[in-house]
């Protein structure tokens, strides 16, 4: 996913010349129910070129989105369909769509990574995804991210922690 939008061709015939061309890009709806910026702008100037779009974004309950699970996701939801239902219509490629809530530090209002409240949340999103999607759910730790600035004793910690209740869902 090239994440600056003037140098995406750029990066696209770089791929190519490599062998691995680019042929999916994301688009980042903003919040509330925003189909707009950058991520769009990609896509539209370069459809011709992609055989797919993914429709995605994070939201953090009590900061972007409700502070009720339930609403939040249903926002995510929102967020995310009604995106693709449009963007397939205008790009006329394949759209995929997915979303995934993430706890919210309130000192400084950034994402949080690594934690248990991280954790649940992907296990959340990634059931409630399963549904809408009509798949079966399969819980495991997919997300290892963490908040550590080094690796160091925190970062070992956060990444054990996180792997080890995933290994224990099976």
């Known amino acids: 996913d090239p994440k600056f939008g003037k140098s995406t061709p750029w ?43 993914y429709v995605a974004n994070m939201p953090s309950p009590g900061s972007t989105a409700p502070v009720n699970l339930g609403d939040a996701l249903a ?28 706890p919210t530090d309130m000192r400084d209002l950034s994402m949080v990574f690594g934690s248990p409240e991280n954790f649940l949340f992907h296990l959340i999103s990634a059931e409630a995804l399963c549904f809408l999607h009509g798949d079966r759910w399969y819980p495991a ?23 080890t209740a995933g290994a224990m869902l099976g």
């Not at 061309?21 to 459809?47: M, R």
């Not at 995106?83 to 769509?97: F, N, S």
């Open 11 to 53: 990066v696209m015939e770089m791929a190519e010349a490599l062998g691995r061309p680019i042929k999916s890009l994301p688009v980042y709806p903003a919040s509330p129910l925003n189909l707009s910026g950058e991520s769009l702008d990609k896509v539209l100037l370069l459809k011709d070129r992609l055989d797919s779009v």
């Open 75 to 102: 926002l995510a939801a929102a967020e995310v369909i009604g995106p693709a239902i449009i963007v397939r219509e205008m790009t006329k490629l394949k759209v995929g769509w997915s979303f995934c809530l993430f």
């Open 141 to 163: 730790a997919g997300n290892i991210h963490t908040m550590a600035k080094l690796p160091v004793a925190q970062a070992c910690a956060e990444k054990a922690s996180i792997m």
